[in-house]
């Protein structure tokens, strides 16, 4: 039986988006023999394609690495998840998922946003499962463009130049943070994601359109506007620092 033009279009796709993926895991070493790569599975499509990416990737490497999914359920903050989505997705993939249900306290500080707090104890929890469940690694869905917001947004709000690295070890190295998807564009995701039919399987958290990075994705299109190729140069710019050009803390 032929395939479909759009069942070839999603196919093509996956492979491009997969070997970015492998890629980047080659360049900055984020696999190894033995590893065991937790995923943080938000239900949202960037967790899910890296998911999937990381599955296709234990099909093809010559060495064998575990493999495991877990969603982190925040209550009493508005959103709600498909469990019977999520579990099927990864039971398609052969990946082993785990539920764990948090309940973030929004009042104890009220100085704080709603979003801060939610991910804040979502990503603590993270790497308490990550050691339960004895992974070395714990694999997190952000791609170039939320790289591109946290420097804008530490710059703007925090008077720094940092943001989101390819990998970190974490607890003397107990735990290694890798982003397999940085070098990955989000309109390529989101591409795949509307072919693939790949909804979220999550009701969305009413606070997510209120949040300073949603303010900062905003003020990145408009930059696009200038330049179409402004995105990508501020993500590449990261590894072009001339220290000697920047006035330094001396000059302050």
Same mark, same amino acid.
């Given at each position: ?25 080659? #360049?900055?070493?984020? *696999?190894?023999? !033995?590893? &065991? ?10 967790? @899910? =394609? ?83 469940? #004895?992974?070395?690694? *714990?694999?997190? !869905?952000? &791609? ?10 530490? @710059? =703007? ?90 006035? !330094?803390?001396?000059?302050?």
């Amino acid at each position: 039986m032929n395939k479909s033009p759009e069942k070839v279009k999603t196919e093509k796709l996956l492979k491009k988006i997969c070997r970015k993926v492998g890629t980047t895991m080659r #360049d900055h070493s984020l *696999l190894d023999e !033995g590893d &065991h790569v937790l995923v943080g599975l938000s239900g949202g499509k960037d967790s @899910m =394609i890296l998911l999937q990416a990381l599955a296709e990737r234990k099909a093809a490497v010559p060495f064998d690495f575990g493999l495991t999914a877990v969603h982190v359920e925040a209550t009493g903050i508005g959103y709600q998840i498909d469990k019977d989505k999520l579990s099927l997705f990864c039971e398609n993939l052969n990946v082993p998922l785990h539920y764990k249900t948090i309940k973030p306290d929004l009042e104890k500080e009220t100085s704080k946003s709603a979003c801060f707090i939610c991910s804040w104890n979502r990503r603590k929890e993270l790497f308490n499962l990550a050691n339960e469940l #004895d992974c070395n690694k *714990l694999a997190l !869905g952000h &791609h170039r463009n939320d790289a591109v917001e946290t420097l804008l947004l530490n @710059m =703007i709000y925090h008077g720094s130049i940092s943001s989101l690295p390819y990998s970190l070890n974490m607890f003397e190295g107990k735990i290694q943070l890798i982003r397999p998807l940085m070098d990955l564009d989000e309109r390529m995701l989101e591409e795949y994601s509307a072919l693939n039919n790949l909804v979220k399987v999550e009701k969305s958290c009413p606070h997510e359109e209120s949040t300073q990075r949603e303010r900062i994705a905003q003020l990145i299109k408009q930059i696009e506007g200038i330049h179409s190729k402004a995105p990508y140069n501020m993500f590449k710019s990261m590894d072009k620092i001339f220290t000697e050009y920047l006035p !330094g803390r001396n000059s302050f």
